[in-house]
């Protein structure tokens, strides 16, 4: 039986799974030591919880449990790989690169260093969002020490060619980090493949707790070395002080456990769900247009823009529809995407722009109501916009396009 409302915003955050939600109920009330308590049982059984969700992390993306630094969150991880490295390298140089379409945790933070005496270039994507390698390579000069690329867009959807990029900030020697947070747990990821010596996560965007996340620091030599962002304690290597959220830590090792199980047989049922939620908008609707790639994208990520809609008109009349205009970290912004800016897209498709996020608890018969009312609701706002004209105020605080 088909449940309202119907959340279709897995890009924002996810649902805790229920198996995550069971391994993490005993820290709380039973277990409930303080991991840097060496002195007695209950100290010992909480470190022990936390290596072995450090050992499942590191599973996921095969690398050394020893390389998985527990964070608050992915913004905390890349403001401790981003910072933590400018700060570390400032000796041998003072530039930065980066992309147009970063996510605020990674654009916000080179701010910050730019207000300080970092020199950061910015590079271009194209239309679909996607980076040229050779672009962040052209940038690269004596003075750069580190790059950092998002592996998958939070908006748009797209994946990077991340690779590509770091193997040649590798043979340029220079730092590369990447913003993983909306890939890891939704695609395969394997670090033994790459040169990658900063990765950035986060657990509830793969069905974990929200308040934890990773970053992923190489431990292959030469030895990345980064400056700790925050004074108190120890822990984590002195890289990141404070007692650790052993029932969040333990719910990211659960929620990594679980992704690498299911990954694969999950992306294959999650793309199909998206592409049948593309075909069934664009057979009732004309003239969609699909931002990102549509290939070379995540499975769950549909952005879409249509022509002569305002899309907080369009959600408000769907409201047992839970979407998106953007990201949800800038949502309440008054200015526009900077990631439908930077490929190119109008202001008036940006206002006409939805994005749905399919995940692992959505159904078909979920994706079919959607359907339906998605069609409905833009045929009635098109012909709302038609009797009333352009801008002006339709019935229950609706709004055609101005």
């Not at 916000?108 to 996607?130: H, M």
């Not at 890939?183 to 950035?200: E, F, R, Y």
């Not at 399919?358 to 409905?376: A, Q």
Request: with cysteine; glycine share 8%; charged share 25%.
């Amino acid at each position: 039986m088909l449940k309202l409302p119907i959340y279709l915003d897995n890009n924002s955050t996810t649902r805790v799974d229920p198996e995550v939600l069971e391994a993490m109920l005993p820290y709380f009330t039973e277990s409930y030591g303080n991991a840097s308590s060496k002195s007695h049982e209950f100290g010992w059984a909480a470190e022990a919880a936390v290596q072995h969700a450090r050992n499942l992390a590191a599973r996921l993306i095969n690398c050394e449990p020893r390389d998985i630094i527990f964070t608050s969150g992915a913004t905390e991880s890349v403001n401790l790989a981003i910072k933590g490295a400018a700060e570390m390298y400032r000796a041998k140089g003072n530039h930065i690169i980066t992309t147009e379409i970063e996510h605020e945790a990674v654009l916000d933070t080179c701010k910050n260093l730019e207000r300080k005496g970092f020199d950061v270039t910015y590079v271009k994507v194209n239309e679909s969002g996607i980076v040229d390698p050779g672009e962040i390579e052209r940038a690269v000069n004596d003075k750069t020490i580190l790059v950092s690329v998002m592996y998958a867009n939070n908006e748009i959807g797209t994946i990077q060619p991340v690779n590509e990029i770091a193997k040649l900030c590798k043979e340029h020697k220079v730092l590369f980090h990447t913003d993983a947070t909306q890939a890891i747990g939704k695609i395969p990821v394997d670090l033994s493949d790459h040169n990658i010596d900063m990765l950035s996560f986060s657990s509830h965007k793969m069905y974990g707790p929200k308040g934890v996340g990773a970053l992923y620091k190489t431990g292959k030599l030469p030895r990345v070395r980064i400056e700790p962002q925050t004074d108190g304690g120890a822990q984590e290597k002195g890289l990141r002080a404070g007692t650790l959220n052993v029932p969040g830590i333990v719910g990211f090792g659960k929620a990594c456990e679980i992704s690498a199980k299911v990954i694969n047989k999950e992306a294959e049922r999650i793309s199909l769900l998206r592409d049948r939620l593309l075909n069934g908008i664009i057979s009732g609707v004309k003239d969609v247009k699909v931002n990102g790639d549509i290939n070379n994208r995540l499975p769950g990520n549909l952005n879409i823009s249509i022509p002569g809609i305002d899309a907080d008109s369009l959600m408000m009349s769907m409201k047992d529809i839970a979407v998106s205009t953007g990201s949800a970290c800038s949502s309440e912004s008054v200015e526009p995407s900077h990631v439908l800016s930077a490929i190119g897209l109008d202001k008036k498709l940006m206002r006409s722009t939805i994005r749905f996020g399919i995940g692992r608890f959505n159904t078909e018969e979920e994706i079919e109501y959607v359907i339906n009312k998605v069609n409905e609701k833009v045929k009635y706002l098109l012909s709302i916009n038609t009797l009333s004209g352009n801008g002006s105020k339709t019935k229950k605080g609706e709004y055609a396009e101005n």
